[in-house]
């Protein structure tokens, strides 16, 4: 609808741009006293300041129907965000009762990240690679030298997606520097994403950190990390705490997690093929 807008008001400007021409040349017709022409060219400008009224008045409709849309939209995700705030307090609280406010506070800035993406692109999805760099912004010194990135700079989530993933970056994060790669000084992080046939991937792999060993009990974080993924976007997540570095994989149909008419989803179904890498932040 914002194209179809921006279509109009530029078709309008091109018919005033004509209309201001046989303005000037029926002026100078009339003055040289040639009035049948005159008045041949005061009714093609007549004619191009109407079309480019029609323009102008379908431009608006077009506009008022998109910001109606993102009212549409912004209601929508107000309520599903509430849902989702409502259960990570409660799940915290069951969970991790001594460390409430502090998890709970941390959770919700992983969501407010998330809102702040996509309110920033018009609730049209969020980058992947803006969405990890958001979420890891606190390392932001240690990304391309202990954190590296691999994938396409271009593919974007829809809203469902990039809050689910964003909150199991946050989560992934928060267990890497407590017990995984980042508490220590040699470990380091690849995440890679992409489209490999009608699938969006996904994969955290720590490295080179301490050996990690199996967490005594499972807690809410494991819960977003492994267990949301499927309720929202119908994905398959993998969590492996092996000795050599806690891994996470994400599998999930493109089209529940791409946002829609995207370049993302027309390269899913026009290659069908394997998604070629377009950022390749390395670690030194």
Known sequence: MRDKAADHHKKASEHLTLAAYHHRKAANHGETGLQETAVHHAETARAHRLQAAGHA???LKAQVEYIRLLMREVDHRAKNMLGLVQAVARQT??????NFIRSFTERIQALAINHDLLVRNEWQGVAV????RAQLAHFADLIGVRMALHGPTDLRLNAAASEVIGLALHELATNAVKYGALSVDSGGIDVSWGVGGDMFMMSWIEHD??????PERTGFGSEIITSLPELTIG???QLD???SGTTWRL???AANALERGG???RRVKERGGEEKCGVKEKAS
């Open 129 to 132: 690679a803006d969405l990890i």
């Open 57 to 59: 008045e379908k431009a």
């Open 241 to 243: 705490h092996a000795p």
């Open 93 to 98: 609280a069951a969970g991790e009762p001594e």
């Open 235 to 237: 994905g398959e997540a």
């Open 251 to 253: 599998t999930c149909p």
């Open 209 to 214: 950190g301490p050996p990690v060993s199996l």
């Open 263 to 265: 370049e993302e989803k």
